[in-house]
C-alpha cells in the first residue's frame, strides 16, 4: 500500500503534479500497480497488468491464511512468512540455483517449497532460451550483494496489506486495463482464478476491461518470454488512447 504512495510522489517529480500515465506492470508490480488504480485512478490513464489479475480483497479471511488452507505449509507463499527461515534456504542452495529454479519454473501448479529441503545445492538447472547464462551470472551478482528479504518482505505484508485496504473492500478499478498472461504461468493456475477471469468476475470489478490475452505455451515470464508479442499487445492497447488526442 504505501508504495503506491511512492509512485505518485514519483509520479509528481517525473511527469507533474496530477498528470496520468500509462502503466505497464509484472507480477508484483502488478499487483502495486493495480492498487494505484484503486487507490489513485486519477494518475492512470490505462494500464496494462501481466501475469497477476486483479481479485477484489476477501472481508472474510487473509490472503496468507487463504493460501494455507488450500496449499498447506509448504506453499512458496507460507514458506516465505518466517523472516530468516527461506534465506537460509536460499543461502544453502546458492544464490545462483534459487534463480535458476525460479526463471525455469513452468509447471502449471503450486510452487511448493518443502521445509524439508527445495532440492540439493548439486542440483542442475538448465537456463530457459530466453536467459543467457551472462544474464544469470548478472542477476546472481546483483542479489549477492543485496539478498533476498527486501523482495520476500512484499508476500510477508500481504496480511498487513489486507487489514490496510479494508476500506476498499467490494471497490473497482475505474481505470481501462488489458490483462496478458501465459497458460503455463503459475499464476493462471490459482483455484478459480480462470472462471474469475473468463466468466465474468473479472468485468465486474474491472468494468472498462478491454481484453484477456492468453498467450499459449508461455510462462510466468511473459515479458521475457515473449518480448515482441507483449510489446505489440502493449502498443495496440496504448495507442486506442494515443488516437483520442
Given at each position: 500500500?504505501?508504495?503506491?504512495?511512492?509512485?505518485?510522489?514519483?509520479?509528481?517529480?517525473?511527469?507533474?503534479?496530477?498528470e496520468?500515465?500509462?502503466v505497464?506492470?509484472?507480477?508484483?508490480?502488478a499487483?502495486?500497480?493495480?492498487?494505484l488504480?484503486l487507490?489513485?485512478?486519477?494518475?492512470?490513464?490505462?494500464?496494462?497488468?501481466?501475469s497477476?489479475?486483479?481479485?477484489?480483497?476477501?472481508?472474510?479471511?487473509?490472503?496468507?491464511?487463504?493460501?494455507?488452507?488450500?496449499?498447506?505449509?509448504?506453499?512458496?507463499?507460507c514458506?516465505?512468512?518466517?523472516?530468516?527461515?527461506?534465506?537460509?534456504?536460499?543461502?544453502?542452495?546458492?544464490?545462483?540455483l534459487?534463480?535458476?529454479?525460479f526463471l525455469?519454473?513452468?509447471?502449471?501448479?503450486?510452487?511448493m517449497?518443502?521445509?524439508s529441503?527445495w532440492?540439493?545445492?548439486?542440483?542442475?538447472?538448465?537456463l530457459?532460451?530466453?536467459?543467457?547464462?551472462?544474464?544469470?551470472?548478472?542477476?546472481?551478482?546483483?542479489?549477492?550483494?543485496?539478498?533476498?528479504?527486501?523482495?520476500?518482505n512484499?508476500?510477508?505484508?500481504?496480511n498487513?496489506?489486507?487489514?490496510?485496504?479494508?476500506?476498499?473492500?467490494?471497490?473497482?478499478?475505474?481505470?481501462?486495463?488489458?490483462f496478458?498472461?501465459?497458460?503455463?504461468?503459475?499464476?493462471?493456475?490459482?483455484?478459480?482464478?480462470?472462471?474469475?477471469?473468463?466468466?465474468?468476475?473479472f468485468?465486474?470489478?474491472?468494468?472498462?476491461?478491454d481484453?484477456?490475452?492468453?498467450?499459449?505455451?508461455?510462462?510466468?515470464?511473459?515479458?521475457?518470454?515473449?518480448?515482441e508479442?507483449?510489446?505489440?499487445?502493449i502498443?495496440?492497447?496504448?495507442?486506442?488512447?494515443?488516437?483520442?488526442?
Amino acid at each position: 500500500m504505501h508504495v503506491v504512495g511512492d509512485l505518485v510522489a514519483l509520479l509528481d517529480a517525473v511527469v507533474g503534479v496530477g498528470e496520468p500515465v500509462f502503466v505497464v506492470a509484472h507480477d508484483w508490480g502488478a499487483l502495486t500497480a493495480w492498487n494505484l488504480c484503486l487507490f489513485r485512478p486519477d494518475r492512470v490513464r490505462a494500464l496494462v497488468a501481466l501475469s497477476v489479475a486483479f481479485t477484489p480483497r476477501s472481508p472474510a479471511r487473509k490472503p496468507v491464511d487463504g493460501l494455507r488452507t488450500i496449499y498447506g505449509d509448504d506453499y512458496y507463499v507460507c514458506r516465505i512468512q518466517e523472516p530468516g527461515a527461506i534465506e537460509a534456504e536460499f543461502a544453502r542452495l546458492g544464490t545462483e540455483l534459487v534463480l535458476r529454479k525460479f526463471l525455469a519454473y513452468r509447471t502449471p501448479g503450486p510452487l511448493m517449497m518443502p521445509k524439508s529441503g527445495w532440492g540439493s545445492p548439486d542440483d542442475e538447472v538448465p537456463l530457459p532460451s530466453w536467459i543467457t547464462e551472462d544474464d544469470i551470472k548478472y542477476y546472481t551478482s546483483m542479489f549477492d550483494k543485496t539478498g533476498f528479504t527486501g523482495g520476500l518482505n512484499y508476500y510477508r505484508a500481504l496480511n498487513k496489506t489486507w487489514e490496510l485496504t479494508a476500506p476498499w473492500t467490494g471497490a473497482q478499478i475505474k481505470v481501462p486495463a488489458k490483462f496478458i498472461v501465459g497458460d503455463l504461468d503459475l499464476t493462471y493456475h490459482t483455484p478459480g482464478i480462470q472462471d474469475f477471469i473468463h466468466k465474468g468476475g473479472f468485468k465486474k470489478y474491472v468494468p472498462l476491461l478491454d481484453d484477456v490475452v492468453v498467450m499459449e505455451g508461455v510462462g510466468h515470464f511473459i515479458n521475457e518470454e515473449k518480448p515482441e508479442e507483449v510489446s505489440e499487445h502493449i502498443i495496440s492497447f496504448i495507442s486506442k488512447f494515443s488516437a483520442e488526442k
